[in-house]
């Protein structure tokens, strides 16, 4: 059903079959190319992506990590034209803090997605509930 809906469906990847998976863009580099400013959720990764495109390549199965050469590209084309703060070891990790905002009550949500420091937060008024580092799949 997804060719209907326009979707890309994870059954059909390459190297990779993910059947109970479909997205709206065929890879991720035609994605980061529409949303440049989420390449943080990919560049904690690189190194991941091109060890597996050589063990491919090494083993004759380079036809197996088309996406992934195409990922690896488009991020090499970023670190080239623009500097990215999800680059290096300088990330901090501390938990966000935010200045108390005498409107929120207990009732209201706040979602607080913090790119330099590469979180997402989901505070009930001035409460902090739960934060996650990005990159990281949950």
């Given at each position: 059903?997804?060719?209907?809906?326009?979707?890309?469906?994870?059954?059909?990847?390459?190297?990779?079959?993910?059947?109970?998976?479909?997205?709206?863009?065929?890879?991720?580099?035609?994605?980061?190319?529409?949303?440049p400013m989420l390449r943080f959720e990919f560049e904690p990764f690189y190194e991941n992506y091109l060890r597996r495109v050589r063990q491919k390549i090494e083993n004759n199965r380079e036809n197996e990590v088309e996406d992934t050469k195409a990922l690896l590209m488009i991020l090499n084309e970023f670190r080239q034209r623009m500097p990215c703060a999800c680059q290096g070891d300088s990330l901090k990790t501390s938990l966000p803090q935010l200045a108390k905002v005498p409107s929120l009550t207990s009732e209201d949500v706040l979602i607080f997605g913090d790119l330099r420091n590469q979180r997402l937060s989901f505070w009930r008024g001035n409460e902090l509930l739960i934060s996650y580092r990005l990159g990281i799949w949950q």
């Open positions: 059903m997804t060719p209907y809906y326009q979707l890309i469906w994870g059954g059909n990847f390459v190297g990779f079959v993910d059947p109970p998976h479909f997205q709206l863009y065929k890879n991720a580099a035609v994605f980061l190319r529409d949303f």
